[in-house]
Nanobody
Framework: EVRLVESGGGLVQAGGSLRLSCALS????????VAWFRRAPEKEREGVGC????????YLTDSVKGRFAISSDSAKNTVYLEMNSLKPEDMAVYYC?????????????????????????WGTGTLVTVSS
């Protein structure tokens, strides 16, 4: 059984930081690309970024670039989303998702594929609340 479990969400003041974790089981990071998404109240789901299983290269969308970072620990089969300089508009439920590796080197190319073809497995999300 494939499972993705997010953790690390919580309440933080604007300007603060949080690190989210996405623990994978049933699949390995060596074979699966992982992406982060978020859904704010009454808004559409929005992409945050991704990490390539092939190279470890990462891509972040413009709304979080320069403030967020994605990393992974293959020994723990876990992907992380480091969030800094949080803003009230970052408040959302954050989801990680995995897809069978597309075998692309550049994470930006991976994001293009993910955006059009979707993901195979999703976590249930973790809530991030940012107070102003």
């Amino acid at each position: 059984e494939v499972r993705l479990v997010e953790s690390g969400g919580g309440l933080v003041q604007a300007g603060g930081s949080l690190r989210l974790s996405c623990a994978l089981s049933g699949v390995t990071l060596a074979d699966y690309d992982v992406a982060w998404f978020r859904r704010a109240p009454e808004k559409e789901r929005e992409g945050v970024g991704c990490i390539s299983s092939r190279t470890g290269d990462t891509y972040l969308t413009d709304s979080v670039k320069g403030r967020f970072a994605i990393s992974s620990d293959s020994a723990k089969n876990t992907v992380y989303l480091e969030m800094n300089s949080l803003k009230p508009e970052d408040m959302a439920v954050y989801y990680c998702a995995a897809v069978r590796g597309y075998a692309v080197d550049a994470a930006e190319d991976l994001w293009t594929l993910i955006s059009s073809l979707g993901m195979d497995y999703w976590g249930t999300g973790t809530l991030v609340t940012v107070s102003s």
